[in-house]
């Protein structure tokens, strides 16, 4: 599954347990359905500002949501990053 799938899955799968339809959450967020549909099928890539939208919206921190985002997609990033001594 690649990394847009994963994380729209994980955003689905938030709004679903908070019982919010893809149109409630265009309305709140004030994006169009069809764009969330996108995002939740992995077919787009939401920017940052887009992220922040859909987890206030789903009251969930952006912290949480890419959390979870790592542990299902297994991403590790090396400590120090590549510029480490």
Known sequence: MQQEEIFG???QQERKAKKISQEKLAKI???DRTFISLIENGKRSPTLSTILKISAALEIAPSELFSVYESKADYHVKKGGKNAK
């Open 29 to 31: 967020t004030g994006l």
């Open 9 to 11: 899955k994980l955003i």
